[in-house]
């Protein structure tokens, strides 16, 4: 067995015709990988990975593999050797297993120079070996167990015919049948059973998740179990004399059916080993639970298609492989389906069909991209409809903050998907919405200043409006104040509290300070003075103290002033609002993390205080590096638009404004006497059940602007700003904090999955380019040549000698 290996190896090595195989194989991927503009480009891409090459590798392999076994059983065949061999003292399955691992040796040794791709990519990095190196290798796994049955079935092929060339075309055909055909088969209109059935017969539907970094027992076992089936198959077809025994002919039909049905059970069995830095392929246990309560089939309709730029198609590839683990740990199938609206030919039933789509809540973003005649711009829809029982759902993938790179949002948008996927599946499977009501009866926001952001939550949350005195016999889940403007009573006080007490959870937005817009607007200077609700000790209690002071930040809105003098024309020219602070979201939070900044107006600070030993304090947003300090009652004047304050002052970094407060509550009523408020000490509630609350020093920052004059009155979009025509993370935000109070199950947390964005260095490549190229291109061209040069040169000194 082993002289035929050496056999098959020095023939291969001695041919010319092999060197040849395999210099086309490393050109073509060199040029695809570092030349030619596409989506394997690998500089293009400017990401710190070998994707590239293992999307690209399946199809050369086509070529490659059959290219190296087309001569293995043909030429025995055609030059008589065959009957020398199965003369030999030597197993058919052991006759057959030498060629194969002749033919598996022979590949890897192709694959060899390709490990220079990989060194290029770790010195390009920035910084230096930014590449996820356990994925990378995972890969290069996944790669040998494709060559595995690429060589099975290249070796089956050749034992059908003498003839190479039609050994070539037979394995190259087969190859591909299994690669791609059966997935073309499955992913028509066929019933669920023979989709499952031709989808697992597909290669590339085991190669997807393998060759990102993630190896899955059940595909290894495919691997094996199909290659094993092709050479046992060739093994019948070398010596077909056997067949005419009833014995040979039973075990002929047995041992397939024995593989095959160990390849079904296993399965069933799901074991995964996650080889990426961050186990990006894996999925949390609240993930596995949620998926596992599915009462029946999922559909997920994926708009995110056609030809997509290097991000994109990340967030797609990523999308995809997140349904597959969701649907492997699912009690009811999962089944996903990439459409392109564009594909629907009629123009007005297009229009009609994305129209549509964008009313069910599915974005269409405007997205340039690189064409060969320049940069072109294209619509693109990043998200998906998921359907469940007679109940479909929309799903935005694409995070997109303007205020940071697109690479950054990419990420962003990768982080998420989990989140986005089981978030929408919980939605779809709750039977009951939960209850929020905004209180009223001090002064708070009306219906129509919190219009936007109650329209916003409607979609899980039924609304209400709701005075104190009503919250003792309601059925209330979360209950929102919203920028009250009158001193709370304490029958009012009583009445959160208890509620508190109940285990509701309650979000406080309020402004410490009162400033008088209707002043400033008449004006260039108002006041601003402590703006008491009666609400401090409460709060203080709570854990929270409320600072009566006002912030201003260097990183602010801007606000239009006329400058001209008077008489003139009007002139109006954009400065900083230095009291109109962008406030910055706790990127280390899942509630908000990775948010877009939230635009206030006079909002003032916040501070932790004990409050208890069972309560959990983090901040959730605050301003800055560069913010400062206003002490109250102080003048607010347009005229500091004219004399800004010294750059040097705003020192202070970070200053709280929201705090999410968490675990068991003490009662501001505790040991107090309540009977003059119409309640009895026996009754008051001392300690809470575990609950939750949200604490921002801003009142207006859920608050939409409302046009009076209209009828009915036009609101506005939360967190617009009309200068920079900008819509701000206000209302994103406030969703966020609010669906986190209401998790019951920890789904929030997903959002916390934080991921290292690997990029690659574009000054490097830019300034070095030529020399990157070459090396990928042409070395490994040189390293097999030089390789052909010195091993024929020792063999023919060898054979000379003897």
């Known amino acids: 067995m082993y002289s035929l290996f050496k056999k098959e190896i020095k023939t291969f090595l001695g041919s010319l015709i092999g060197y040849l195989a395999v210099l086309v194989f490393l ?81 890897v040794f192709s694959l060899l120079p390709t490990l220079l791709y990989f060194l290029s990519v770790y010195w390009l990095g920035n910084p230096v070996g930014s590449i996820d190196t356990g994925a990378t290798w995972g890969s290069f796994m ?59 017969l597909s290669i590339n539907d085991h190669y997807l998740s393998i060759s990102r970094g ?56 799901l074991y995964r080993i996650d080889l990426t830095a961050e186990k990006r392929y894996s999925v949390a246990a609240i993930s596995k639970q949620t998926v596992s309560r599915l009462e029946g089939p999922v559909e997920v309709e994926l708009y995110l298609s056609g030809e997509l730029e290097a991000g994109l ?104 998907i989990e989140f986005e996927l089981v978030n929408a599946f919980r939605k779809l499977m709750r039977k009951q919405k939960s209850v929020l009501a905004f209180l009223q009866g001090h002064g708070e926001a009306n219906q129509y200043e919190v219009a936007d952001i109650a329209r916003a939550l409607s979609a899980d949350f039924e609304i209400d409006m709701i005075e104190a005195k009503e919250l003792e016999d309601s059925d209330l889940d979360i209950l929102v104040i919203a920028n009250p403007k009158k001193e709370f009573p304490e029958t009012s006080k009583i009445a959160i509290d208890q509620f508190l007490m109940k285990g509701g959870k309650i979000v406080w937005l309020i402004d410490p300070v009162q400033v008088s817009l209707d002043s400033l607007s008449k004006g260039f200077q108002t006041y601003s003075f402590p703006n008491d609700l009666n609400l401090g000790d409460q709060l203080f209690r709570y854990g929270v103290r409320m600072n009566y002071e006002l912030l201003q930040d260097v990183n602010c809105i801007q606000i239009r002033v006329n400058t001209a003098a008077p008489g003139n024309t009007a002139r109006y020219t954009l400065h900083p609002w230095y009291y109109s602070p962008l406030l910055t979201p706790n990127d280390n939070h899942p509630l908000s993390r990775n948010l877009n900044w939230v635009k206030s107006e006079f909002v003032s600070s916040l501070d932790t205080v004990s409050g208890g030993a069972g309560l959990r304090k983090e901040v959730i947003l605050s301003t800055s590096p560069y913010a400062r300090r206003i002490k109250v009652p102080s003048s607010v004047s347009l005229g500091n638009i004219n004399n800004p304050p010294a750059r040097q002052l705003f020192t202070q970094a970070n200053i709280p404004v929201g705090i999410l407060v968490e675990g068991v509550f003490t009662s501001n009523y505790k040991n107090r006497m309540v009977e003059n408020y119409a309640y009895s000490s026996a009754d008051i509630i001392t300690e809470s059940q575990p609950t939750q609350m949200i604490v921002i020093a801003d009142g207006g920052i859920m608050s939409n602007k409302v046009n009076y004059s209209a009828n009915p009155p036009k609101i506005q979009e939360l967190g617009f700003d009309e200068v920079s025509g900008q819509v701000f993370g206000n209302k994103e935000f406030l969703i966020n904090a609010i669906s986190y109070l209401d998790d019951k199950q920890g789904i929030m947390q997903l959002r916390g999955q934080s991921l290292k964005l690997r990029l690659l260095d574009k000054v490097k490549l830019r300034e070095e380019a030529t020399f990157w190229k070459v090396l990928n291109v042409l070395v490994p061209l040189l390293l097999v040549i030089l390789f052909a040069l010195v091993y024929n040169l020792v063999r023919k000194y060898k054979y000379n000698r003897s």
Do not use: C
């Open 27 to 107: 050109l073509v991927t060199g040029l695809f990988l570092w030349i030619f503009p596409g989506n394997y480009n690998i500089p293009d891409n400017n990401y710190a990975t070998l994707q590239g090459l293992f999307t690209l590798a399946p199809w050369l392999y086509l070529f490659l593999v059959p290219a190296i076994t087309m001569r293995m059983f043909a030429d025995e065949k055609r030059s008589g050797t065959i009957e020398i061999l199965l003369t030999r003292p030597l197993g058919d399955f052991q006759l057959v297993m030498a060629k194969f691992l002749a033919g598996l040796v022979l590949v």
């Open 142 to 200: 996944g790669l040998f167990f494709l060559a595995t049955i690429y060589v099975a079935i290249g070796i089956f092929a050749s034992s059908l015919t003498d003839n190479q060339i039609v050994s070539f075309i037979l394995g190259m055909s087969l190859s591909f049948i299994f690669y791609l055909g059966f997935e073309f088969v499955a992913s028509a209109n066929i019933s669920y059973v023979l989709e499952q059935l031709f989808s697992w």
């Open 214 to 269: 993630v190896v899955d027992m059940r595909d290894m076992l495919y691997f094996v179990g199909m290659a094993y089936l092709f050479l046992y198959a060739t093994t019948l077809i070398v010596r077909k004399g056997k067949l005419r025994e009833t014995k040979a002919k039973i075990r002929a039909i047995a041992i397939p059916l024995v593989v095959l049905l160990v390849l079904a059970i296993s399965s069933n069995f």
């Open 313 to 416: 198609r990340k967030i797609q590839n990523e999308i995809l492989e997140k349904i597959a683990v969701l649907n492997a740990y699912s009690s009811a199938p999962i089944r996903v389906r990439i459409y392109n609206p564009y594909s629907i030919g009629n123009a007005d039933e297009q229009e009609e069909f994305i129209t549509k789509l964008v009313n069910k809540g599915v974005p269409r973003i405007s997205f340039r991209h690189k064409t060969e005649q320049g940069v072109a711009s294209k619509f693109i829809f990043p998200g998906a409809v998921i359907r469940y029982q007679n109940k479909e759902l929309a799903v935005n993938f694409l995070k997109n903050n303007p205020y940071t790179s697109y690479e950054n949002n990419f990420n962003h948008s990768v982080e998420t």
